[in-house]
């Protein structure tokens, strides 16, 4: 990880910089953050020329060490107008770190408006105009690159919906089987590297090998611990055999797991989407699982076959199948995998873009329940129709077409598949996070229902996983304990870096990418104001617990008080 | 003016109430401002049950005073999302002052989705429920109403725009000649209005007279001084000839009216939209000149016919002609003619909808100078289509939808026919009002291409401006002195109301309307770092003069600095 490279597409010209030597323990999100912060005026239009896009691995991703190997996606966001980090698993940031690439940079835009694709070998990177390429959707457009570059590429790309700058479009990373199904996919930073016209940035690290931590044995060592905490983690054996549906049956016993555009409530058939059922669906059918990325022990990723027995879509999630299914009132398992699918070949997030959906739903435009109104709704994307193109621009923009004001979206964000009613600890994160309402930049389910406690469990957990996005960690493989991950993690980074660090230093890391955030909200005129989330959430009652999200504010306030903004 | 009316719509209730005293020198936007702040929570859903409505005439409404009739609508808005006021001429102020109403407030929203009518007589007020009359255009539902009501009724009306919750919706209010020609326009303020469930205000006051001032003679010699100084004011004359089309030919050459998406540039044919064109057109079609408003002296509003010499459109201003036209690429007085009633007709700000317009014509959906075609969206808004709901929800959320960045807007609202780069002071006004961008806040056309003196200058035009908007005067009827309207004002008010009040408390009406609304924006997030123009206007050469806008940052923020908000 000795270079960054910057990439100017008005000039159309590649340069190489040597990271400053304060960068070193800087990595993924936490470096984005940095660079955003110095780079880019808080103040600038998302898709002008003055954004950024800057792609970072995470600091261990090309080791042998599990489940580091995520890549993360910072720029101000075309759809919160906060900064915004999105990452993703796949083999991306393991070739990127394997050729010594700390981050690429990607600014300006393009004179001419044309598609292009970055790629990048051991010898350098390389602007290549690909005019052939553009409008291509996310899988033909893997598989012609395959046939360019060979099957052992990594391609990180964005669908026809990037290209149109829609402000639900997602960044698709390709996973060990060489197919673009993981997406950084919140905040529509697709847009952005559409508006910089970059259709895809292909990783050739062919020949390179894994990285030589500076203390071989204290790694290995510590990647061991690592695997035993994660064998003896319930969590982790759970994900490992259903993937993140495994969680569906509980979530929406609770309520958490929104049904009817989160008025609540039960929904038939939901058996059809529980872990159990897909895997036994699934495995009938041939399907699998998989790990999204090399090396990684959980392997919770579902690759999903249809009735044909032949691959319909990888990556079948949790949040894809309450955003695109029970809050909409659908429970067809197959319906929703083509949805997943769909959105993955048009580069949208599923979160987005299913409550989109169920704001068209909530007017009436199409009923409850109606999954193939939603297909129909998905191919309208593709073809460009206006109620198509209004969908791919999210939930906020959609309700506002609509006339709707009980709009769940927090810093212009769709709310995930965490109720805020049910789980108190996220809802004090939707309303605080840097991110928006981000269910993955700080979750914590323990005694949901109840107000005491979450906004100190909100903290912890958004430091932990500034840190953790910071290193390239997967937030699904993460110790229930966090402060055994930051030991793992400290001992990791000492071992490959050589450096000397302690426990507290790691939490320092998600601090100060905290605090690097906040600034750049600040000063792009987000203040303790925005902290709330919309009025239905706090005052219609949730079935069954009948809960409403009503922690007190100046508690959510006052949450980065005492460790990221230090009282003067 | 000795009673407010509180309408609930959710318990479909009419109550009155007594003014506090200290509002007795409160009227339209100040008082607007003062009871939001008091009453709306900044951060509600403008759309929500939460926001409310508030119409108030000024203070001179029911007077023999010329030009006061004017009267505001206030809400936070859901096209800025900051406290909004805009108002209109007309015949509503002076009924309702003669009626004895100083304000009427609307709050919550009807159980049922209906549309309603608020009828107003000497009796009292009352909710109607009158689901006929949902979905009329403006003029065919003024005319049912009038029918109903009588031919000497005031209206308050909203189109379909409004009634969808269109963000470019207006409140119309009916002229004297009785139709729904003057427009509250800015805001969106007609879909707060659709919101409530009320389609329209029918204000019967019949038998009501002429308010009679405590000092009946000062009066009347403060009203005979301000015709004095009206008939020697050059601005007042020419707008009594040509209206405000007047300055198009000065404003054009100076490059201050925008053409072709704000790119500028000379517009060919543009003399036949000159005030004198449209003058001569319009006289040999037997058109007319009239004031909008009873007793008016300047009379600068165009009553224009067609070619088949039947009534077209009222009303024809500037900015529609510029919004509508030259910066469309479009110089036909008959199409723009015909654009400005159908946009009367649905109730939306030509100038919002205009410039979302030029948005469809820079990505090129349609042609720059396509009247035609421009005719046609405004069919499809009326029709609902997609694209039509698209425009009516204006300029931004075009530029969203489409994918562009260059959004002429300045906090979400549609920066009017006055380019900042040619007019220096305007554009302070755009980054600083509380209002975002509108030239009725405050604007001064001296030496306005230069940088010196600008803040002042909005600075001073700001808060005359906030005061007369408080006491219903029209601006276009103001003498180009501003201490001499001051001292116009405050005799006028200490002969109405038997006060005793000098110069400076009339501008600090104007100082605290405006403390109010940034106490309102303030608590809805709105800070410094908002007052900024969109880059083009900071970077792009405005021909002929190539000026940018270039006003040093600092120099903007401090503008209230000394006078709205003093220093601790």
Known sequence: MNKIIRIDMAELKVTTEKPPHDYQLLGGRGLSARILNAEVPAMVHPLGHENKLVVAPGLLAGTMAPS????????????????K???????????????????????????????????????????INA?????????????????????????????????????????????????????????????????????????????TKSIEPLHKEKFKETVRDLIEILKQEKRSQSLSKFGTPSVIQFLSQLGSTPSWNY?????????????ETISE??????????????????????????EDGQHLTSALEYETLA?????????????????DRMCDELGVDTIEVGSAIAQLMEAGVIEFGDDQKVIGILKELREGSPMGKIVGQGTAFTAQFLGLDRVPVSKGQAIPAHDPRACKAVGVTYCTSPMGADHTAGIDYRDSLSNEGQVKRSHDAQILSAAIDSLGYCFLAMPTKGQLMYEVLVKLLNARYGTDIKAEDVMNIGINTIKDELAFNHSAGWTDVHNILPEFLRMEKLPPHNEVFNIPRDEIDSIFNKSVIPKT
């Open 68 to 83: 580091f190997g995520r890549i993360s996606f910072g720029a101000k966001s075309p759809l919160t107008k906060t900064i």
């Open 85 to 127: 980090e999105a990452n993703a698993g796949g083999t991306a940031a393991q070739k990127l770190d394997r050729l010594g690439i700390k981050a690429i940079i990607i600014q300006e835009r393009p004179k001419e408006n044309q598609a292009y694709i970055i790629y990048i070998d051991p010898k350098g990177a390389q602007i």
């Open 131 to 207: 005019p052939d390429l553009s409008g291509k959707m996310n899988y033909d457009l893997v598989t012609t690159l395959q046939n360019r570059y060979g099957k052992d590429i990594g391609v990180i790309s964005i669908g026809p919906a990037g290209e149109a700058k829609m402000t639900a479009s997602t960044i698709a990373v390709t996973d060990q089987d060489g197919r673009p199904s993981r997406h950084a996919a919140r905040g529509g930073l697709g847009a952005v590297m559409g508006s910089k016209g970059i259709k895809a940035i292909v990783i050739n690290a062919k020949d």
């Open 263 to 275: 008025h609540g409530g039960p929904v038939k058939n939901i058996e059809n989407i529980y872990g």
């Open 281 to 306: 669906v699934n495995q009938s059918r041939g399907g699998r699982m998989h790990g999204c990325m090399p090396g990684c022990l959980v392997q919770c990723s579902i690759v999903f076959n249809g």
């Open 323 to 339: 955003m695109l299914g029970t809050n909409l009132g659908i429970t067809s398992l197959d319906a929703v995998a083509q949805m």
